[in-house]
């Protein structure tokens, strides 16, 4: 389970104990879907793709935040937070680059953004939003991403 993206019927809400039992969990989100799944109860993918969007008023904020989340994330699972590794090739595919110039490499960094941007239209495209302007930012925002990853993969704990 995910934030705000979250329901269940006030009767599970009930039966795993109410809101009072997650107050001191790290990750209370996560937590009410394993309590779920502890009753036999499922938890499932809405066919409806909710979308949200966050805003932080600085740069710091917005680091702050997703450091906490990224954190948060490898004390719930470690090797699925190492596993994030390979969510984020635009750092790897420039290290390849700087490593062993050449037209393979340059060729991998040409697949990793053309990739990059087919999934960001294609999200764009199932919530039904255009917004071409922001797809420049992608290699930025994309290498912000993998900064907040590796410093989340440091020793250090969520405060």
């Known amino acids: 389970c995910y934030g705000a993206t979250m329901a269940l019927t006030a009767e599970t809400l009930a039966r795993i104990g109410g809101f009072r039992t997650l107050l001191p969990v790290l990750a209370d989100d996560h937590a009410l879907g394993a309590a ?4 036999g109860l499922r938890v499932e993918v809405s066919p ?33 937070y190492a596993g994030l590794a390979v ?30 941007l087919a999934l960001a239209t294609g999200v764009d495209g199932a ?14 925002r994309d290498l912000l991403s993998w900064a907040i990853w590796a410093t989340g993969a440091l020793p250090g704990g969520v405060s």
């Open 48 to 80: 409806v793709i909710p979308a949200h969007v966050m805003t932080e008023p600085s740069l710091a904020a917005l680091w702050a935040h997703e450091l906490r989340w990224a954190r948060t994330l490898r004390l719930l699972a470690p090797g699925g």
């Open 36 to 39: 779920v799944r502890r009753l």
């Open 127 to 140: 919530l039904g939003v255009a917004r071409m302007q922001r797809l420049a930012w992608l290699p930025i």
């Open 87 to 116: 969510t984020h090739p635009l750092p790897w595919a420039l290290v390849a680059l700087a490593l062993a110039p050449g037209a393979w490499t340059l060729g991998l960094l040409a697949l990793v953004l053309a990739a990059r």
